[in-house]
């Protein structure tokens, strides 16, 4: 795997630096709530989305009108634990939940939300509405994310199926056993994880660690950690990052190594 796409795959809110979106100034801290939901729909929130959705002049930010569309939904990641072969582990955990908002003129977008000792609170503007399509087209079943190589799958019983071109790639178009996926995650990020030889070098941050926060963009090469360990990492004080599709929807093209 090459180092694109380990340094890329886990790229969180407290794990970035701002590629051009907005200013950096304009990185703010948005209060908690007691709901994702009503963390995504305060009028904080509305407002830096509003901004989100008018850079580049797409659309005047007086006219974004932005809403919030239906529920969140929790945003599950492949988890290290599953990976290293840990009894009882289920094949991906939690990160966060996401909402869908839109703008006037049909921009989409992902409002990354996480839960503190305040409440839940939006951590993360991402373009697009990966999040919650794919959940949405996973029929109830467990939805999740291989970030290593941008790949979205649902495990449904003892099957893992593919819901995008980059997993169909990995597991074919018909999809593979939970065993056989194990097994293939064993072979691809096995001497990646925390604490690993490779994960101690820095090259690419490893699997899931190191454990903080630290600014990285796309490809590279810098630490890699995941939405609920950056946040919690950060504190209170972690500036909301309004982020671009290059950060954390990577074109489908991208050239990967085996």
Not at 93 to 105: C, G, I, N, T
Request: proline share 7%; net charge positive; aromatic share 6%.
């Amino acid at each position: 795997m090459n180092a694109r796409a380990t340094g890329a795959g886990l790229l969180t809110a407290a794990a970035l630096v701002l590629l051009g979106v907005l200013p950096a100034d304009a990185a703010e801290t948005l209060p908690p709530a007691p709901t994702p939901e009503q963390a995504a729909s305060a009028p904080g929130t509305l407002d830096t989305l509003s901004r989100f959705f008018a850079r580049d002049g797409a659309v005047a930010r007086s006219a974004a009108a932005p809403r919030v569309e239906g529920g969140s939904v929790p945003v599950r990641i492949l988890s290290p634990d599953f990976v290293a072969g840990k009894p009882g582990a289920p094949v991906a955990r939690v990160e966060f939940r996401a909402s869908r908002a839109v703008s006037s003129d049909g921009q989409k977008a992902s409002l990354w939300t996480v839960e503190r000792a305040g409440g839940w609170q939006v951590v993360n503007i991402a373009t697009g509405d990966d999040e919650i399509r794919y959940a949405e087209l996973g029929g109830g079943g467990l939805v999740f994310r291989e970030p290593q190589i941008d790949a979205w799958y649902v495990q449904k019983g003892a099957k893992v199926l593919p819901l995008d071109e980059d997993a169909v790639r990995a597991v074919g178009r018909n999809g593979t056993s939970l065993a056989a996926y194990r097994e293939r995650v064993v072979r691809a990020y096995g001497d990646k994880l925390p604490g690993s030889a490779y994960a101690k070098k820095g090259t690419a941050g490893g699997y899931g660690g190191p454990r903080a926060a630290a600014p990285v963009a796309e490809g590279s090469g810098g630490p890699a950690v995941t939405v609920a360990s950056a946040t919690a990492g950060a504190g209170a004080g972690l500036a909301l990052l309004l982020i671009s599709a290059a950060a954390i929807r990577r074109r489908r093209a991208t050239t990967r190594e085996p």
